[in-house]
């Protein structure tokens, strides 16, 4: 796939289950914006009314009936569709930069190694939807499922969260998902594997350099 042309950059966070990505999000969003630069912070599946709808049926842990891989797969499409129009493409065109929790690599990772489905049928469809829209630069945050899993399960202890359909999966589905975007990074350039298992600061002195690459240009 060819890079994009539009004047804003496109970053997305990937990993697994608990390794940081909303938290270090948070921290890239205002360390940009102290450089001056316009952030619109988004996630995957969801970012606008209509996606956010579709990421609700996708999370929520019953149904009446089981739902199928390919109608995930094809929910996750539907979703991303609208986002890109309505979000991710008029922000890059703006000039602004978009930082996305999760994007198209997530899937590949979970409905393409998690659930064994076709990955030309996930190529195919990244195609259909995206275009020649894909991220400037992919921070991998890579831990240990059991790691991430932990740091989840403490964090739900504080608050109120609902298991969603995923966390429902076997230890094995997540291992296979972990390898998966282990596999997609090993790859493709843009992505950046980071040790989240490293204390916070470090983790985020480790973005704070990936992006320096970003802005000055060294990196896409
Ligand atoms: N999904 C899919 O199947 N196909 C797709 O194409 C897409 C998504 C796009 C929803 O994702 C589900 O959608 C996801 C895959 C599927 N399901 N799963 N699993 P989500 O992104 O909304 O949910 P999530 O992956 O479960 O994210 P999360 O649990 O919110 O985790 P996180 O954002 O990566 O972690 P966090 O909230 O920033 O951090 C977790 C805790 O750890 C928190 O208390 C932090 O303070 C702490 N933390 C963070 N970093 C550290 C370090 N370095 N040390 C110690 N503690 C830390």
Redesign the pocket.
Known sequence: MKKHSYPGRFIT?E????????????FVADWLKEQGITVVVT????GTEIAEKI?ND??KAHHSEDMTAMT??LL??A??AQHIEKVIVPALQRGEWVIC???????????GY??ELPRADIELLTGLVQKDLQPDCTLL?D?PVAT?MA??S??AE?GIEQT????L?KLSF?EK?RQGFLELAAHSPRFHKLD?????D??QRDIESVLKAVLSGDVT
């Open positions: 966070f990993g697994g289950e608990g390794v940081g990505k909303s938290t270090n999000i948070a996630r995957e599946p969801g990421r996708l999370l995930e797969l996750v499409f979703a991303r929790d999760r994007f198209s690599d997530s899937t590949m990772a979970y409905q998690g659930r945050l831990a991430g740091r989840a403490r964090r504080q969603d359909r995923f966390e999966e997540f998902v989240a298992t490293q204390p916070l470090k983790v």
